[in-house]
């Protein structure tokens, strides 16, 4: 009886730790990324000073992205996320000028009400548009004139529900478009989107004031068209007072196999209204992914750009080569992107 009573406590011993293991594994997780990339353009100088006029990677030549480190801690069913970023693309997305020193991407708490609904209070990404900031989520490196034209952040309260197996709503208040710490004018904006299986309709509304952004419904899904083909969505418009942006994109992307794929990114986008000169943009990006250990993801991508306004570019001039204005811009870019 002695024997087993002391192995009894043995076993006993091994599977609490065991538990307490996991649960210690389960409050805490680190993870980010890190990525750099060349860019050349084919169709003008490197040295115009000429961009898409899309945000991030806007520099020629060798150049480096962001790094960011996520840290995540749960205890029970609340938990907050610190999510720090630096280098140019994290400046750009945080509306920093300080690119050396860490910026705040996200910083929020959270409370699992229940099974279905979830508190989150704080600074957090947008939930509009189809790409992110952090370009390991995104197939294409370069990003859209959609998703650089809508906010990047938001500081604020939302609750996500949901709804049912397929359905789910979340519900947003918030400081104005890209306020990214307080709001000094007394001006809320608000924000709202209903999920059914992978799809998505978004709402935002500010009162357009200081800087804002005004009104925007967007649309962001896909569809699995086969198990190697799939189609991603985006469609949006804005409106601020009579002025903005609308326009669609389409992502087809193929798997070739467990380690490479192929994506293009088909956009077109318009401003409207009478403080714009209804100046629109075709964009065609087409990229190339491949893994390396499941880690490093190697982007090689061409990217041309159409552009109808009368000045060449949809937010600033256009060069060719010879230096003489132009409505397209082409570019080379070889971009290299670490996740952990």
Same mark, same amino acid.
């Given at each position: 009886?002695?024997?087993?009573?002391?192995?009894?406590?043995?076993?006993?011993?091994?599977?609490?730790?065991?538990?307490?293991?996991?649960?210690?594994?389960?409050?805490?997780?680190?993870?980010?990324?890190?990525?750099?990339?060349?860019?050349?353009?084919?169709?003008?100088?490197?040295?115009?000073?000429?961009?898409?006029?899309?945000?991030?990677?806007?520099?020629?030549?060798?150049?480096?992205?962001?790094?960011?480190?996520?840290?995540?801690?749960?205890?029970?069913?609340?938990?907050?996320?610190?999510?720090?970023?630096?280098?140019?693309?994290?400046?750009?997305?945080?509306?920093?000028?300080?690119?050396?020193?860490?910026?705040?991407?996200?910083?929020?708490?959270?409370?699992?009400?229940?099974?279905?609904?979830?508190?989150?209070?704080?600074?957090?990404?947008?939930?509009?548009?189809?790409?992110?900031?952090?370009?390991?989520?995104?197939?294409?490196?370069?990003?859209?004139?959609?998703?650089?034209?809508?906010?990047?952040?938001?500081?604020?309260?939302?609750?996500?529900?949901?709804?049912? =197996?397929? @359905?789910? %709503?979340?519900?947003?208040?918030? +400081?104005?478009?890209?306020?990214?710490?307080?709001?000094? #004018? /007394?001006? &809320?904006?608000?924000?709202?989107?209903?999920?059914?299986?992978?799809?998505?309709?978004?709402?935002?509304?500010?009162?357009?004031?200081?800087?804002?952004?005004?009104?925007?419904?967007?649309?962001?899904?896909?569809?699995?068209?086969?198990?190697?083909?799939?189609?991603?969505?985006?469609?949006?418009?804005?409106?601020?007072?009579?002025?903005?942006?609308?326009?669609?994109?389409?992502?087809?992307?193929?798997?070739?196999?467990?380690?490479?794929?192929?994506?293009?990114?088909? =956009?077109? @986008?318009? %401003?409207?209204?009478?403080?714009? +000169?209804?100046?629109?943009?075709?964009?065609?990006?087409? #990229? /190339?992914? &491949?893994?390396?250990?499941?880690?490093?993801?190697?982007?090689?991508?061409?990217?041309?750009?159409?552009?109808?306004?009368?000045?060449?570019?949809?937010?600033?001039?256009?060069?060719?080569?010879?230096?003489?204005?132009?409505?397209?811009?082409?570019?080379?870019?070889?971009?290299?992107?670490?996740?952990?």
């Amino acid at each position: 009886m002695k024997k087993i009573f002391t192995l009894t406590l043995f076993l006993m011993s091994i599977v609490l730790t065991a538990q307490d293991s996991t649960a210690v594994a389960k409050k805490f997780k680190l993870s980010g990324s890190v990525d750099a990339y060349y860019q050349t353009y084919l169709s003008a100088p490197d040295d115009a000073g000429v961009t898409f006029g899309t945000a991030f990677a806007d520099q020629t030549g060798f150049a480096v992205g962001m790094g960011n480190i996520i840290a995540s801690y749960e205890s029970g069913k609340v938990g907050a996320v610190l999510d720090l970023v630096v280098g140019p693309r994290g400046a750009g997305a945080t509306f920093s000028s300080d690119i050396v020193d860490g910026i705040v991407n996200q910083a929020y708490a959270y409370w699992n009400v229940s099974e279905s609904t979830t508190l989150t209070f704080g600074r957090f990404n947008t939930f509009l548009g189809y790409e992110v900031i952090a370009p390991a989520a995104n197939f294409n490196y370069s990003t859209s004139y959609l998703f650089s034209s809508g906010p990047f952040s938001h500081v604020g309260l939302k609750a996500d529900f949901d709804l049912s =197996e397929d @359905f789910s %709503l979340m519900l947003a208040v918030m +400081n104005p478009w890209d306020t990214n710490n307080t709001s000094t #004018t /007394g001006e &809320y904006s608000f924000g709202a989107q209903l999920g059914y299986s992978g799809q998505f309709l978004n709402l935002y509304y500010d009162s357009g004031n200081n800087g804002g952004l005004g009104f925007e419904i967007d649309y962001t899904g896909g569809f699995d068209l086969s198990d190697e083909f799939f189609l991603g969505i985006n469609a949006a418009y804005n409106d601020n007072d009579g002025s903005g942006f609308y326009g669609a994109a389409l992502y087809p992307q193929y798997t070739t196999s467990d380690d490479f794929s192929i994506g293009l990114r088909g =956009e077109y @986008f318009a %401003l409207h209204g009478d403080a714009n +000169n209804d100046e629109s943009a075709l964009g065609l990006t087409l #990229t /190339g992914s &491949y893994t390396v250990d499941s880690n490093l993801i190697i982007k090689p991508e061409l990217r041309v750009d159409s552009l109808t306004d009368a000045d060449g570019g949809l937010y600033g001039n256009v060069l060719d080569n010879d230096g003489a204005p132009a409505s397209s811009l082409s570019a080379f870019t070889l971009a290299a992107i670490y996740t952990f």
